[in-house]
């Protein structure tokens, strides 16, 4: 089946030791697949979405063990580029408990996704969205110049790109992460963005509320965006679509594994738009997936569409 | 020793998923032994009461395993009929973490215990309780008889009859459960149901409150019971004999893993009466072993006395 | 893609013991993915080839962990068909060590495949081989029936069908076996045997060798038979095409897990034939991917090119 | 059931670091319930011998893991008696592979057994064997009395001794076991000893082969012994029985756990001396049980009548 | 380099079962290296003071396991004896949950280090600060020789004496504690006890508050101490340094394992002492690694001065 | 105490999947410490030679990972150097099972290590033994030059080179790994080198045996050589010095972990080289610590002294 969604980004391996055991004394790690991107694709995938990822991946055991695990959630790895030099990415986890912060160390450098430069763009034929986020900027300008090439692959073919700001710290400055985004930002019919990231690196004033900020990082950076969404992590979201406003509370959860709510939210919101339930229907399913998605181990949110349903708060937004 | 106490029902195994992991992409599953009145009959062994547990298992490795966790807890298994056809029962957990609940699949259709259609009631001979509960009866016609046949045996013999309401939706429907349940009702001198059972199953107008609900389940259904329980959870129950009232509330709880806490209130009940301590001083026991399975791991319930004492909380029971 | 090769049969959740431990005292149960056809599938995806399995699972948790393993491996399963009745098909393993024998304990009645009746021919469209096996046919009449119509779909357009024997006495007797099998046998361009089953279930003599035997086979009961293959275990394997036999030892292998090695040799057979190099060759690849499956825990042989090619022995076939 | 055989001496928690990892960096420890006695009644219980075992434990949990394991086998645990002093036995163990030896530390002074003083000699009424062995002597004045009371106490029952020698070099020297067990040898009707303890400890010349040391044994020491067997570790036995000596070859085992192997020959030997079948057919089942114990994790081997047949190998005994 | 914390104590290894699982049915126990005075080194080391640790071990794998733990941390073991007799002591942990109270159960008596009678004093020549604990007081009548030793060796050098009283119910009676202790904490110049030891082993009056009841702790039983720490849990401590009084609250923590928190305290306070930042900061940090130390398994708090930092509250003491 | 042995190189962790399991399906990963002179250094320290390790480490919870572990055995590492920059190398195995190789892949390129230029060389003021190897040499010119002035320091301290050829093709070709160790050989005076690297590498005739080839390896690359050891794997060594020729069985080993073993054997060499007793009987240990690294898993020998001569096989060395 064609993909109605493309995801472009990098995979890796993550490494986290047990709950409760520390990285400097620890013993096994546990390994999961995880990628801003390759979440996206396998969240949709496992609620039904035929959806492809776009990335390179040494030809290793290490390099096949991200590919079966996405193919295994039904996403269509045959646009992955298979190469001989480059590393795959890792990150190492340590699990916090107040006051102990989780820490995350990132080993991603000189991987393969970060030394592609160009990919297949039929990919993007048959499909609706084209997704990709900051992080992928933030690798060097080769995944920089490769995400504006899928991005403007994807306004040839009227693809609307969606584009997750998921601005890092331990990659890059606000200064030149706003440099990039910015322009994309204006390219991008759907953009998610957190409320931190938003004052950080766009600068946006957060002072008068979630709602004048979204309003403000729409104006200001992305008029021609069809959904701007700012999330502010488990309190829940503003989403902006012409002149409506949708707040959307999200879930209570209790949390087993916080990282990849994220992008379990930015799936659950696509899968909203795909079926064209409008903006804050959406913003129920992208909250109900985030919520979800703390509740396993992993990065990965793998649901069915009951069960994203079952988690859906009754929608406490309000239309303006 | 000759039991006091004679359970007859089925056991499975039990098989989960870890913690924070999905059934869906599990590697391992956790094995205990589980049923409700094989729970019931572990707690009531560890507890220190002589206790035998009436079932079939079939002749294999798997019934094996269950035949050896109930010895161990200290039940007497010499009353089990070993048979060369049907399967063991099993059933499939995966823990929630909200807003994901807690999700169970059984697979016990055509279980050795299914298939038994007699038991040697000389079991009976000394007892003082004999406990089944309406999972059993929504096993089938020929479970039912059994059930059947055994209350019979134990009224023969003037051991008290006591029954847990246990409706499960999975098996069978509110009108086929009460039609089964309301004659084995009036014959049972202790009963347990759970209020929203009370008004599922039996109709009993649960707007007045815990209290009246108990006393129109018992008016209108059981007449002749010397203790009639209707719980409520995690928050308590109310306990009926003859025109005394009891409430009780429950001990709170980290819970670990609920399941098989509603088995090991009906034994803490027993536990107590068996002790001729009185209904108000059983509820104690039967909220604190409740709340104490709540803690650990698996169905089964195995506390010494000092420790249900110890977790039995200070009686807030009203006397009327 | 279109896939090249088609298999149809049960996949099952394989629950084993730990090695070294016994079912009867389990206290967790690792989890696999098995099942002849579908571990042919799997390992065929592996190697690189367009594979389709054709099957029908639950729509339930154990239902997609069947099928997102085989579609991790790289099997479409999209010919799957998602049935709410009926359970996933188990089976136990306790693993021996001498002088306690490998145990199985086959838990599969009234799965969902058990109750399939029919399939979308279409997969076959571009296959070149169709592969099911002894096993689906003793399922009882709706697999033989389903069986039947998919050898008889795959003959109809020119799609060459490989049969393996695979005989299990716990599934039923040898003449049974016989009356169903004899003339399938007949319709099989490629058929697998092993010297036990030949002679228990065809009564083939095989007094006087097993070159002896795999021709007596093929004249009694598959004289179209392009390539039968007779094979010893861990000693090797005789194949006969047409006025050859090929006489191929097996790799030395150190096992850590015999289950399945059957179906890779199967694999490993199918790959040679896919690529056209012939019976003898195609033997190599067999007994490689054989003793490799050995080296591995679980069912499934997940191997490269590369690694069934370096673990090829030597050619040792003789040529007649 | 009042018991067949009774066993008296210490169980104690096994701890055992996981193969291939060194106590001295141990970071977990399996438990596994031993102690030569209890494992012979765990045997003998699980093969359907109502048996019980005489010993003290401590009423803490670690107590209750030990009689909740042994229960659990079937073992009637109603003559423990449960004491407030007294710790439980511990050893501990670093499974080898050949240069490094398989190394064991006990630490199990001051345990509740070895303060044990008396017992209730009604358990013996029924019994047709009372067993215990040279690891119960070694413990001290206290259970050397104790061992000596549950002899005499046999003896006046008619119930016959079984004493297995089972010195242990790290508990006394040879020439206080001797001192000892000389005397008690002369009590026992059937005597178990390996070959190297015959020379060791009693100073039976070896020089002439098993079978003469057998002999030498009988003579010197067990004049009046029905049944005395010199184990001879993986190989095998000799049993001399009156006039008439039995050879019987162990069967081949693939060891996963030694420990425990030789109180499994002992329950299998007493397994066939129950069913009156001689002594030649009870050696066959104590090599074949001894065989079977090597093959699981854990000291306690637990088999089935079946399981023990299926391994025996085939009578190569010689009758004189 | 010379040592500049010398401690004095037993270390044990502790055997707890897995997190909801119950002792007395456990299947592996996890090991960890803990006691009082060794648990502040190791925190103290990893926090970079060269610190040593003055014991005796068995010359067993079990002794060597407990130094490898510690000389890991960094802490100098040279100092520890190592000898032939005596065991490794032991104590046993099951995690509890509401209403199940966590539970320990010693087994440590013929400990190596309970039979040591002296040490080599040179050790004491560099250092700031000597510490002991109540713990090692309590263990007998060589022990508590053995600190009054370390102690006046201590004093002789001019090195500050830091003691815990961490008195220990299952050790000792409140009158023994006090009659030994008191003239103790006479010679100490830094000690931390905490509310309800003051009240229970000093009669301390607590009626009217932490604040006075250190004051009171120190006016009658420690006129000479520089710094006295009346520590209350999870809440934190108050504590007097001359005329100034420091109140200081703990970090909320969550959980996962609360034991050793105390011992970190002491070493978050000698970490700030050493660094002569004053008692009120040195209040921060011990109640920050106090908090840090419930957020990971086990009993010792390995952490950095990164760490500590960032987990320091906002310093609220008051200071009179 | 001032350092006996110093040894110079990297250290990884090394991360590997469980037995059985392929690096393609891992779900987690075993992580030990590991490194040719790292490991050198710990077999030595805990066999009780003070030894020091230099190296540079990430000042990261991974770089303390290994410092921890290096510490527990022993080795002193307050000559590593902490730096910000640079990774902490990995590398990631598969173990194999024949005919599966076990199969490393390397991640340790812009290591922490390889980028260390400098040292301090008064580590080696007290040292008898100054230690690397060929993989050291083989990282790149930084970890070249370094191992040069390591050497160099040595040299004119007259601490003894000792160097191991331990040539890895997955890092530099024959010819230059010939070119840069060539000199370095000159300049050592204990080498140890595989018979197949002398062969491969320097191109040394195998064909007359390994006491030839060893010979030939002295005269052409090493004249000045106090001791040559050439290693044939698990069949043992051939040792030259001066005119003797000693050969040395290997004592047979069941294989737990290979990997590491060479690094033991020298550590088992050295160990008898400080203890005085000439090359053969060091040899003797040599072999012996090198079965013994076999038999445990992860990279590091950790024996005591009574463990290698307990394990050391009769001295079968021909002297000459």
Request: net charge negative.
């Amino acid at each position: 089946m064609s993909p109605q969604v493309v995801t472009l980004g990098e995979a890796m391996l993550r490494l986290s030791a047990p709950a409760g055991e520390r990285l400097e004394a620890v013993e096994s790690l546990d390994v999961h697949v995880a990628g801003a991107e390759a979440n996206v694709a396998a969240a949709l995938a496992s609620l039904g979405v035929p959806v492809a990822w776009v990335s390179a991946l040494p030809d290793l055991p290490l390099g096949r063990r991200v590919a079966r695990a996405l193919r295994g959630a039904g996403v269509d790895v045959g646009f992955v580029e298979w190469v001989d030099q480059g590393r795959i990415g890792l990150f190492f986890i340590e699990f916090g408990a107040t006051p102990r912060p989780t820490a995350v160390w990132y080993d991603r450098q000189t991987s393969a996704f970060s030394q592609m430069s160009e990919f297949d763009p039929t990919v993007l034929d048959e499909a609706r969205f084209a997704v990709s986020s900051g992080v992928t900027m933030a690798l060097g300008d080769g995944p920089r110049r490769l995400a504006e090439s899928f991005i403007g692959a994807a306004r040839e073919r009227g693809v609307s790109v969606c584009l997750d700001v998921n601005y890092r710290e331990r990659l890059w400055a606000p200064s030149a992460a706003r440099r990039v985004l910015e322009p994309m930002l204006g390219q991008a019919k759907i953009i998610v963005c957190s409320r931190r990231d938003a004052e950080r690196v766009f600068g946006v004033d957060d002072a008068e509320g979630a709602e004048a900020a979204a309003l403000e990082l729409r104006e200001r950076f992305a008029p021609e965006a069809a959904a701007l969404v700012l999330t502010d992590g488990a309190s829940g979201c503003v989403g902006i679509s012409g002149s409506s406003v949708f707040v959307q509370a999200a879930p209570t959860a209790r949390v087993v594994d916080r990282i990849g709510a994220g992008d379990a939210f930015v799936a659950g919101l696509l899968w909203g738009m795909l079926s064209d339930v409008g903006l804050g229907e959406s913003l129920r399913y992208a909250t109900a997936l985030g919520a979800l998605a703390c509740t396993v181990r992993g990065d990965q949110a793998l649901f069915t569409p009951a069960e994203i349903r079952a988690a859906a708060t009754e929608t406490v937004a309000m239309i303006r």
